[in-house]
């Protein structure tokens, strides 16, 4: 336990809506959980990850297990609107959606703006995350949440409209470019 003090207690607080750098770098937690942490646990910890693997498979954590199948139910559910939007035909059968997923995703897809659209995911994927957090602070599922809070932030704080706004008229052009024949 008192290993579990040490380690959690240098984690430092940080929230989605500041605009200041984060206090603390992935390489930085990664490297302090080497030192504590056994094998399998940061096997797990290591190979933590926005995006769920294609097949769903045990990883040893309930926490993980439970964000990978949400995380993928959400993915699934942007697609299959997207497409739908697109009127393209959705390549996946989808079993069951819990009605908070696809709502959220209903929610997403209806956003005119990309950023705002991806800002309410990440408040919706935190929130998901708090409501998996345990009670208990110093545990493994307390720093996987962590971690993966930690992942969707950073994430979030290198969206740059400028960078968007750039990157967004070279596509756009080289699009036209395309379609006219024309390569300037």
């Known amino acids: 336990m008192s290993n579990w003090y040490y380690l959690m207690a240098q984690l430092p607080s940080f929230s989605i809506e500041q605009n200041t750098p984060l206090p603390i770098t992935e390489k930085y937690v990664t490297e302090l959980c080497s030192r504590f942490l056994d094998k399998k646990t940061f096997s797990i910890f290591q190979n933590l990850s926005l995006e769920p693997p294609i097949l769903l498979i045990k990883t040893g954590s309930n926490l993980v297990d439970s964000w990978y199948?949400?995380?993928?139910?959400?993915?699934?559910?942007?697609?299959?609107?997207?497409?739908?939007?697109m009127k393209k035909k959705f390549p996946y059968t989808i079993n069951a959606i819990s009605p908070t997923v696809l709502q959220i995703a209903r929610t997403a897809t209806g956003f005119e703006n990309p950023l705002?659209?991806?800002?309410y995911l990440a408040k919706a994927r935190i929130n998901f995350l708090e409501s998996l957090r345990p009670f208990e602070e110093f545990s493994t599922d307390a720093l996987f949440a962590y971690m993966l809070k930690l992942k969707l932030v950073d994430r979030l704080r290198k969206f740059n409209v400028n960078d968007g706004?750039?990157?967004?008229?070279?596509?756009?052009?080289?699009?036209?470019?395309?379609s006219t024949g024309d390569n300037t």
């Not at 705002?116 to 800002?119: I, L, R, T």
């Not at 008229?169 to 036209?176: A, G, H, N, V, W």
């Open 69 to 85: 199948t949400h995380e993928r139910e959400l993915r699934l559910a942007l697609a299959q609107i997207r497409a739908l939007k």
């Open 116 to 119: 705002d659209a991806e800002m």
């Open 165 to 178: 706004q750039n990157s967004y008229q070279k596509i756009y052009k080289t699009i036209l470019g395309q």
